[in-house]
């Protein structure tokens, strides 16, 4: 492969250096595949934990004024306080607690796996997959104590 | 994962994400032990459970403060790395930086007015 430019290369370093530049910068644009079909990729028990847990972390973001409002209210006065509680009874509240209980708890152990990773622990393709299947269902069955716990 | 705007603090940045997840972690599992083994029926209850001291400190709010401040540490790394995945359109993706960080650290003051009149 060879780029031709109207303009005369310089040779040195720097000019070697822009040229693999362009080259790369090239490839990149030209070599892409344009249409992935993403639905004839399967999606590993890892993959499928990592994705939860970025999905579950931006859920995650978006309720924390919800529970500062919460702290606030309760802990201002007795009418706050009765307030949250009454907010609380409604079943859709329930329902959008239970699936915000739900991401913290993935996010909260799908985030531990990913510490071990860190300290290289279980790296290994069978470990991921068994810890994985571990994340999801230990988060699955902590979800629905906090459900019981709710209702 | 490529941050365009903190590259240059990739380590650092790194390791504040760990270690404020061990912050919430260590938060989480003890508030919630300690929250599960206390009677709260009422406001009073709850607000002298908030309150409530060790050797003269309001340990509760302090361990809050310690939490809300890793997590808005941790979300603001978060989110950046997910904001520059997934947006390539420059400008948006800037604006959506920026809203994102001015809400964190108006979250900040907040909990922290929050906190101080509990």
């Known amino acids: 492969m060879r780029i031709s430019s109207g303009k005369p290369q310089p040779n040195n370093k720097q000019g070697n250096a822009n040229k693999s530049g362009n080259l790369r910068r090239k490839a990149v644009v030209n070599d892409r595949p344009k249409n992935l079909k993403l639905t004839t990729i399967g999606l590993p028990l890892p993959a499928l934990i990592s994705i939860l847990h970025r999905a579950s972390g931006v859920i995650l973001f978006l309720v924390i004024p919800c529970f500062i409002w919460a702290l606030q209210m309760s802990l201002t006065s007795d009418e706050g306080y009765q307030t949250v509680q009454n907010v609380m009874q409604c079943w859709l509240v329930k329902l959008m607690l239970l699936g915000i209980a739900w991401a913290y708890i993935h996010h909260f152990l799908a985030g531990l796996r990913h510490l071990a990773h860190d300290a290289h622990w279980w790296e290994g393709l069978a470990q991921a997959r068994s ?7 230990l988060s699955f069955v902590l979800t629905i104590i906090v459900g019981v716990k709710l209702w | ?10 380590h650092s940045l790194w390791l504040i994400q760990r270690f404020s997840a061990v912050v919430m972690v260590v938060y989480s ?3 919630i032990l300690i929250y599960l083994n206390t009677p709260i029926h009422t406001y009073t209850d709850w607000k002298a459970f908030f309150n409530s001291t060790l050797f003269g400190m309001a340990w509760l709010k302090i361990l809050t403060l310690l939490f809300l401040l890793g997590l808005f540490l941790h979300a603001w790394i978060g989110v950046s790395d997910v904001i520059s995945d997934y947006i390539s359109h420059l400008k948006l993706r800037f604006t959506l930086q920026k809203m994102m960080e001015l809400a964190l650290c108006g979250y900040t003051c907040w909990s922290i007015w929050v906190l101080w009149n509990a």
């Open chain 1, 131 to 137: 810890t994985s299947k571990l994340v999801l269902t």
């Open chain 2, 29 to 31: 599992l003890t508030v």
């Open chain 2, 1 to 10: 994962m490529v941050n365009t705007q903190t590259n240059r603090h990739g």
